[in-house]
């Protein structure tokens, strides 16, 4: 249930965004990571726990885009469900995932609610395998095989140093799941934050499969971020949000764990400056201000004359 690397690869040159890298940008994203570092450094936070990468769409012919860590591998929480809603609408475009009224509702609670029992559900749709007993080995390899799916569709498109086969889990896997991460759970989902701001930067500017299902794609990642929220993981106030000031508007992916807190975002300013802004952060998940700091910094130096 997968497209071929021929088709992959023909879909990689219609729509992959492909930013060249920019001094300013560079300068934008080191500024917004000392600030960071500073601002949290008596708490030990240090460059290891954090990874950033910024990608400027304002003109979409010319992309422009820096990172700091940008390329680390990193456990991304519920930040691999754009990989997964990405990979059922070209599944869907393709004709090889039907298009249902439940498959939808999944979609949407993947994305708007970060729900993992509806993520649970998109993955076993995109790789045609489910949990249950453990497997011989022939036939362990058999659904091994199809769970990779959505990593041979990225692997086609040129994306590197990512894994997106596993499901989210609030108490951990058990039975072919928990065999399938490994012993060492060396089979984790992972993700760059350059990985990341490339797939949301196509979204975002309409190449992410076709520009009507990019659409709808982002439609679902739409931030409502005024007024306040009680809840500290709320996606549209407990993350990138936080920074933002009337006027701008947001869409976002975020994801958190005990030990990390993510967010994907792609902003609009008044300005009219558009740009994708992906923020990871290690080990210290109960800091709510560390990403809403990078967010306030990035906006106040590409805002400079």
Same mark, same amino acid.
């Given at each position: 249930?997968?497209?071929?690397?021929?088709?992959?690869?023909?879909?990689?040159?219609?729509?992959?965004?492909?930013?060249?890298?920019s001094?300013?940008?560079?300068?934008?994203?080191?500024?917004a990571?000392?600030?960071?570092?500073?601002?949290?450094?008596?708490?030990?936070?240090?460059?290891?726990?954090?990874?950033?990468? *910024?990608?400027?769409?304002?003109?979409?012919?010319?992309?422009?885009?820096?990172?700091?860590?940008?390329?680390?591998?990193i456990?991304?929480?519920?930040?691999?469900?754009?990989?997964?809603?990405?990979?059922?609408?070209?599944?869907?475009?393709?004709?090889?995932?039907?298009?249902?009224?439940?498959?939808?509702?999944?979609?949407?609670?993947?994305?708007?609610?970060?729900?993992?029992d509806?993520?649970?559900?998109?993955?076993?749709?995109?790789?045609?395998?489910?949990?249950?007993?453990?497997?011989?080995?022939?036939?362990?390899?058999?659904?091994?095989?199809?769970?990779?799916?959505?990593?041979?569709?990225?692997?086609?498109?040129?994306?590197?140093?990512?894994?997106?086969?596993?499901?989210?889990?609030?108490?951990?896997?058990?039975?072919?799941?928990?065999?399938? *991460?490994?012993?060492?759970?060396?089979?984790?989902?992972k993700?760059?934050?350059?990985?990341?701001?490339?797939?949301?930067?196509?979204?975002?500017?309409?190449?992410?499969?076709?520009?009507?299902?990019?659409?709808?794609?982002?439609?679902?990642?739409?931030?409502?971020?005024?007024?306040?929220?009680?809840?500290?993981?709320?996606?549209?106030?407990?993350?990138t949000?936080?920074?933002?000031a009337?006027?701008?508007?947001?869409?976002?992916?975020?994801?958190?764990?005990?030990t990390?807190?993510?967010?994907?975002?792609?902003?609009? *300013?008044?300005?009219?400056?558009?740009?994708?802004?992906?923020?990871?952060?290690?080990?210290?998940?109960?800091?709510r201000?560390?990403?809403?700091?990078?967010?306030?910094?990035?906006?106040?130096?590409?805002?400079?004359p």
């Amino acid at each position: 249930m997968c497209l071929t690397t021929a088709t992959a690869q023909s879909d990689a040159a219609r729509h992959s965004v492909i930013p060249s890298h920019s001094d300013d940008l560079q300068k934008a994203v080191d500024e917004a990571a000392r600030t960071a570092l500073r601002k949290f450094a008596d708490k030990g936070f240090a460059e290891k726990n954090l990874a950033v990468t *910024l990608i400027d769409l304002t003109d979409r012919q010319n992309l422009r885009m820096a990172s700091f860590r940008g390329a680390e591998p990193i456990y991304p929480a519920s930040v691999v469900k754009l990989f997964y809603l990405a990979a059922a609408h070209r599944w869907m475009e393709d004709g090889k995932l039907k298009e249902t009224v439940e498959l939808s509702r999944g979609l949407r609670d993947m994305i708007v609610e970060s729900s993992n029992d509806a993520t649970h559900y998109v993955v076993d749709a995109l790789t045609g395998t489910s949990n249950g007993a453990e497997l011989p080995e022939a036939k362990m390899k058999d659904w091994s095989h199809k769970r990779n799916a959505v990593n041979r569709y990225f692997a086609g498109l040129g994306y590197q140093k990512i894994n997106v086969n596993q499901k989210p889990w609030c108490e951990g896997p058990y039975g072919r799941e928990r065999v399938f *991460l490994g012993p060492k759970f060396e089979n984790r989902n992972k993700l760059t934050t350059d990985a990341t701001a490339r797939l949301l930067a196509e979204i975002a500017s309409g190449r992410a499969v076709t520009p009507a299902r990019s659409a709808r794609m982002l439609e679902l990642m739409k931030r409502d971020f005024a007024g306040a929220s009680d809840d500290p993981d709320d996606q549209a106030h407990g993350f990138t949000g936080i920074a933002l000031a009337p006027g701008m508007r947001y869409w976002s992916k975020a994801g958190w764990t005990s030990t990390t807190r993510h967010d994907a975002a792609y902003v609009e *300013l008044p300005t009219g400056q558009r740009f994708v802004l992906v923020t990871y952060t290690t080990d210290y998940a109960k800091e709510r201000d560390i990403i809403p700091t990078v967010a306030r910094a990035v906006i106040r130096e590409i805002q400079k004359p």
